[in-house]
């Protein structure tokens, strides 16, 4: 898809800022039209290898069929710290929301409610396809809930282990699994707790 006079953040809406097309890195450089794959249009910092992509253009590039390109090796260097701060979308100057990917390496991807646009800082779009994970799914409710789920058991194993120890725990999850294997485990637990 080309950036036409159609474009919202081109055609002089007022809600826009003029300068949407302004990277937020330090050198705040102008973006360049490029595509983030064939097929895939997207605006690019030429400084800090960021991309700005729409939705709808990334949504109609899987639904084309395009090819997906081989996972690539994946070197530290090419991303950013995990830490780093919400930044401002290009495109309407509105903070953006930061979304955990869950893989590995476990990315943020920003994204702007407003413009239905993310983000993509140097690397996370190679980090993605290294994952083997969509964009849609990653940004979805039913994902981001499932990681926020997975990170509150976390802290709360972490928690527990460190009220009764490590190896106290490792061995009640030993004692777990060889009940689950047993033909009645409700009548083994019986067994220990009351004696026979």
Do not use: Y
């Amino acid at each position: 898809m080309a950036w036409t006079k159609a474009d919202p953040f081109l055609n002089g809406d007022t809600t826009m800022s003029n300068t949407w097309h302004c990277c937020a890195c330090d050198h705040r450089p102008a973006l360049s039209e490029q595509s983030l794959s064939p097929g895939l249009p997207t605006r690019e910092c030429v400084e800090c290898n960021g991309h700005w992509v729409r939705l709808d253009d990334h949504r109609e590039w899987v639904a084309s069929g395009a090819p997906q390109a081989e996972a690539p090796e994946l070197a530290e260097h090419w991303l950013p710290e995990a830490d780093s701060p919400a930044r401002a979308c290009p495109a309407c100057q509105r903070i953006m929301e930061r979304l955990r990917t869950g893989g590995q390496p476990d990315i943020r991807i920003d994204r702007c409610v407003h413009c239905h646009a993310v983000w993509l800082d140097g690397g996370e779009w190679a980090a993605l396809q290294f994952q083997q994970a969509r964009l849609d799914d990653v940004l979805s409710d039913m994902w981001q809930r499932q990681l926020r789920e997975a990170q509150a058991q976390e802290r709360r194993d972490a928690q527990v282990r460190q009220r009764h120890g490590a190896e106290c725990i490792d061995e009640v999850l030993r004692i777990r699994q060889w009940l689950q294997q047993q033909a009645e485990p409700g009548v083994v637990l019986k067994l220990i707790r009351n004696g026979w």
